[in-house]
């Protein structure tokens, strides 16, 4: 299990995560808490990093000391951004003359 040191807030709405890295490298926040519901297995490996993995149909349950987290942004209640977007307008392109 990881340290309170580890634990940080998220900025939208001030809940507790920890930052994992995946299997791909990429760094995901899941929520501090271990859940019975999450679908993500965290571990700290030998470096002392909290790494993530999905659970999936190749590998189903739990190995070794890992633990069951939910990931943030399933649970996170930040603010709705107002409005849709606006479209970008559309690129005008020259008409085509030869040289």
Do not use: F, Y
């Amino acid at each position: 299990m990881p340290s309170a040191a580890d634990r940080t807030r998220c900025t939208w709405c001030g809940a507790e995560i920890l930052w994992t890295v995946t299997a791909t490298g990429a760094r995901m926040p899941v929520n501090a808490d271990p859940d019975p519901t999450g679908n993500q297995a965290v571990h700290t490996d030998v470096a002392g990093r909290l790494r993530s993995r999905g659970i999936s149909g190749d590998r189903p349950s739990l190995e070794g000391a890992e633990w069951l987290a939910m990931p943030h942004a399933a649970t996170c209640s930040r603010p709705k951004l107002p409005g849709p977007r606006r479209p970008r307008p559309p690129i005008r392109r020259q008409p085509w003359r030869p040289r």
